[in-house]
Every structure is written in C-alpha cells, then in structure tokens.
C-alpha cells in the first residue's frame, strides 16, 4: 500500500495507544507538519469528566448529562479545547480530571455522545488526525493509517510525572504509574469501544525513541510504501 501526501484527499490518520504513550505529543507536530486537522479526543472525554465535576453531576445521570452535553459547544482553537468559548485546556490536563476520566469514558452513553462531536469535526475536515483509544477499531475504521503506539508501563509514568511537574502538580512517580497501570486496565476491560490496536495498526514502541524520531517514523511511513 502507497499513499502520497497531497493535501486534500481526504486522508485520516487514526493514532491510538495507552496513557503517556506520547500520542497526542506526536499527533500535534504530525498535524502541523501535515497541515491537518488534529482532534485529541482524549480531551472530550476529559472536558465531560470536567463538567461532571464541576457541575457536581452524577457520571450515572444520563438523561441530565445528556441534556448537558447536547447544549455545549465543544471547539478546539489551536490545539486547544474551548467549552463554550472558555478554554479549559489546563484544568483538564490535572490528575484530578486523570483519575476519574476513564471510569466516565466507559460508560457507554458517555461514549455516544463524544462520537456525536467528533463526527461533526471529522465531517468538516478534509485530512484529519484523530489520536485516542478506539479511533483505528471504532471511530475511523476506514482510516488510510493507523498507527499504535505503546511504551512500557515505567517509560509512561516517567513522562507524565515530568509533564505534571513541569505544572507544578506534586504527585510521586510512583503514584503515577498506579494510575496509568489502573487506567489502562480500565481503558482495556470495558464492555464498549476498548482500548486494542486495530489488526491493520502499525505499531511503534517508543520507549528508546523521542519525539522528532516518533514523527520521522510515522511522516516516513506516509512518504514509502508500508
Ligand atoms: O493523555 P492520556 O494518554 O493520559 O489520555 P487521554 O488521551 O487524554 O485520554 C484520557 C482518557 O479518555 C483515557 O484514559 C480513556 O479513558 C478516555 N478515552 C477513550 O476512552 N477513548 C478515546 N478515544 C480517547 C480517550
């Protein structure tokens, strides 16, 4: 299989992985590279968690959350999540939102309603890259290139851990790779849309690899025949 990389063919990229793995890192400078689209929808389901939180819902109460959900307009302006035009970008980056976003994805209704707001992006978007967990397998099964990148459990956490410090969040290494061990458990065991690489995915380990050498990897693979 070949591609070429001529802008406005509408080409999708689909990137999944499990926590820390680097995808939405990657997914950023591919699409700038690209000159793509970029959806993380990662953040979707980080921006509900937010709201369930902030609204003090109950993640169960479907019909409210619903209502909810339907009259928010989610945007993303330079790689950026907007709710209702308020960027909430570094409130759902916390491991406050971290810990609880996974038991909230695995809800299903939950699931449907984060699919509703991508479909209307993806519509509207000629070449797009979408990174999460069931982008290959569910979201964009006709994805042109899948890629999944994985990175062992210990190389995860320390690049979270990294990332949170450099936010001033204290929180040890070894509480973070609990939680990324714990979430990907999650992400991996529920009933709907579970984390998997597609049978067509590629994968990429990336622990000996940084993030330039990511990108060269994945830019090359649209460039050569796979
Ligand atoms: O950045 P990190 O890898 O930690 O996670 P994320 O991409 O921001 O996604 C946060 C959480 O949202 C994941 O742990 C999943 O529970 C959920 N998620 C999902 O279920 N399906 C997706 N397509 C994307 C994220």
Redesign the pocket.
């Given at each position: 299989m070949s591609f070429s990389l001529i802008i406005g063919e509408d080409m999708k990229i689909a990137i999944d992985g499990?926590?820390?793995?680097g995808?939405?890192t990657i997914a950023k400078l591919l699409s700038k590279k690209l000159n793509f689209e970029y959806i993380?929808?990662?953040?979707l389901?980080?921006a509900i968690t937010y709201i369930i939180k902030t609204e003090n819902l109950d993640a169960e109460d479907e019909e409210n959350i619903s209502n909810i959900i339907k009259n928010t307009n989610f945007r993303f302006h330079n790689n950026k999540i907007y709710v209702n035009e308020i960027c909430i970008e570094s409130e759902i980056r916390k491991n406050s939102i971290?810990k609880n976003?996974?038991d909230v994805?695995a809800l299903p209704f939950i699931r449907n309603l984060v699919n509703s707001v991508i479909r209307k992006i993806v519509d509207i978007s000629e070449n797009i890259i979408l990174?999460?967990?069931?982008?290959g397998t569910v979201?964009l099964p006709d994805a042109e290139l899948k890629i999944f990148l994985d990175a062992t459990p210990g190389i995860r956490a320390k690049r979270?851990y990294l990332e949170l410090l450099d936010k001033n969040e204290s929180i040890s290494l070894k509480e973070i790779k609990e939680e990324i061990i714990q979430?990907d458990y999650?992400?991996s065991n529920r009933d709907v849309?579970p984390l998997r690489k597609a049978v067509d995915a590629i994968v990429i380990l990336t622990d000996d690899l940084n993030i330039q050498e990511v990108v060269d990897k994945i830019y090359n693979l649209l460039n050569n025949d796979l």
């Open positions: 499990p926590a820390g793995s995808k939405s993380d929808t990662g953040a389901y980080r971290s976003v996974s994805a990174d999460g967990r069931d982008i979201v979270r979430r999650i992400d849309a």
